[in-house]
């Protein structure tokens, strides 16, 4: 992808996204640089890798971006994000400003991909949802599937629920992405659309989802890049609840989607 200033290449390694800018940072293409690590966290496969050493930043202060972007990917999915920074006069930039406050800084990109955490149970199911009244009913058959699968009998009431509240409550005339991701003892429910919610959607999506979760959860929205939305939910698996998986034969609704 090119720009008048900036040119950014995506490429897979080791199963982690690895995003090179070259170029300029500054106040015309800070909100690309914004969108293009959003649109990469929403479709990670274990980690995202940034290397900048041939950025230019017009201005230090612009740098402040890469913690934007953690701030809003570690919420949901939670993905690993890394910069990969050798040039001595921009780790000194970054250093000195305290930046980034909370993203991990490497000289290679080698040993950023190498320190990418592989959680053992992780998993993920990106599916688009039909444009039609049984959307509900097909989002709630996924996710049920997908609960067996992991093996969180316990969430059976409560994760398929909290998919069908949320798709219900979304108005979108584009096609929705319904996306889970279960790590650990995290279960997300979450759907992808260009809609944005109000004050008073959200206080209905939030009191609804409240009556159904026996768990603790989180709710959220994180931009996604392009003009989308992730609307998600973050739900507590009790670590009491779990079986063994139970290793279901994937069906055509788990295609995972890039």
């Known amino acids: 992808m090119a720009g008048d200033s900036l040119d950014v290449n995506v490429r897979e390694q080791n199963g982690v996204l690895v995003v090179r800018f070259s170029g300029r940072l500054d106040w015309s293409t800070?909100?690309?640089v914004q969108d293009v690590l959003l649109?990469?966290?929403t479709k990670e496969l274990v980690g995202v890798v940034v290397e900048l050493d041939d950025l230019v930043a017009e201005s230090p202060a612009l740098l402040v971006v890469f913690?934007?972007?953690w701030?809003?990917?570690a919420r949901w999915p939670g993905i690993s994000l890394s910069l990969v920074v050798s040039d001595h006069?921009?780790?000194?930039?970054l250093e000195s400003r305290g930046l980034p406050r909370?993203?991990?800084m490497h000289l290679t990109t080698t040993s950023a991909v190498a320190a990418v955490v592989r959680l053992r149970h992780e998993d993920r199911v990106d599916a688009a949802l039909p444009t039609c009244r049984c959307l509900p009913h097909v989002a709630e058959r996924i996710t049920e599937r997908?609960?067996?699968r992991w093996g969180v009998q316990s969430m059976l009431d409560v994760a398929p629920q909290v998919a069908v509240e949320l798709v219900s409550h979304i108005e979108d005339d584009s096609p929705l992405a319904l996306l889970l991701r279960m790590r650990g003892d995290k279960l997300s429910v979450a759907v992808r659309t260009t809609a944005r919610f109000d004050l008073r959607q959200w206080h209905i999506m939030r009191r609804n989802v409240a009556s159904i979760a026996v768990c603790n959860f989180s709710m959220g929205e994180t931009p996604a890049g392009g003009g989308r939305n992730i609307i998600w939910a973050?739900?507590?698996v009790p670590s009491d609840s779990q079986r063994p998986p139970s290793y279901l034969p994937e069906a055509t609704v788990f295609t995972h989607q890039a």
């Open 71 to 73: 701030l809003s990917a």
């Open 89 to 93: 006069q921009l780790r000194s930039t």
């Open 102 to 104: 909370h993203i991990p």
């Open 39 to 41: 649109d990469c966290a």
């Open 30 to 32: 800070y909100l690309r």
């Open 67 to 69: 913690d934007v972007v």
């Open 146 to 148: 997908a609960c067996e």
């Open 234 to 236: 973050l739900l507590d």
